[in-house]
């Protein structure tokens, strides 16, 4: 099979990351990678890597910035693969200055945000009557109360964005009225 003469930036290396180091590793592309915890992280040990950096804090936009410059001084234009909504949010946000020495294909922030957001995200899918499980995203806590008697349990319940906020885990399973009320007692600032 014919190589490809492009280089590729993986940001996040952990499973999503890794297939990516696969796929696109066995077609020939060199592939760099950046991560931030070797724990979860195992991409890390990939044959596929030509290079990885990694980054102190993975929300630190200078470090990022620092990071994928260097990485873009030995190598034409590489282009940006992110792997976690972190790193999505950071190219979306950053699209003008990325693309001067970066390829990236990313929406524009506004419409990127509908889909990052899952309040945003429920609300597009009502507006067109897009089939979805009864699902809500609260504002208040009084809104939630009222909430909690209209589901149906077990109740899924996931944080509006993936990252930025202390949520336990990916998502929390909420046995019946009494288990979301303390869930959000436990955790009010997810409220909102």
């Known amino acids: 099979m014919e190589e490809f003469d492009r280089t590729a930036i993986i940001m996040g290396l952990t499973v999503n990351g890794l297939g990516v180091l696969r796929s696109l590793g ?29 980054l102190r804090d993975p929300l630190s936009t200078l470090e990022l910035f620092s990071v994928l410059r260097e990485i873009a001084d030995n190598h034409s234009k590489p282009i ?3 792997t976690t909504d972190a790193y999505a ?11 001067e020495e ?11 945000e509908f ?11 009502k ?4 089939i979805i499980p009864k699902s809500a995203s609260p504002t208040t806590f009084s809104q939630l109360t009222e909430l909690v ?22 998502n929390v399973i909420a046995k019946n009225e009494q288990n979301l009320v303390d869930f959000f007692g436990k955790y009010p600032m997810l409220v909102g």
């Not at 970066?102 to 990127?112: A, G, M, Q, T």
């Not at 899952?118 to 899918?125: A, E, M, N, P, Y």
């Not at 008697?149 to 336990?168: D, G, L, N, S």
Request: hydrophobic share 35%; net charge positive; aromatic share 14%.
């Open 89 to 99: 949010e950071f190219i979306s946000e950053n699209q003008n200055k990325l693309k």
């Open 115 to 125: 889909f990052l957001d899952k309040g945003k995200t429920i609300d597009i899918c």
């Open 149 to 170: 008697k209209e589901f149906k349990y077990p109740v899924i319940v996931k944080p509006k964005k993936t990252f930025k906020i202390a949520f336990p885990g990916k």
């Open 127 to 130: 507006k067109h009557a897009i």
């Open 26 to 54: 066995s077609l020939g592309v060199k592939c760099f990678g950046i991560f931030s915890d070797e724990q979860e992280e195992f991409g890390i040990y990939s044959k596929y890597l030509a290079g990885i950096k990694k």
């Open 102 to 112: 970066f390829i990236i294909r990313c929406p524009s922030n506004e419409l990127h």
């Open 80 to 82: 940006l693969i992110p």
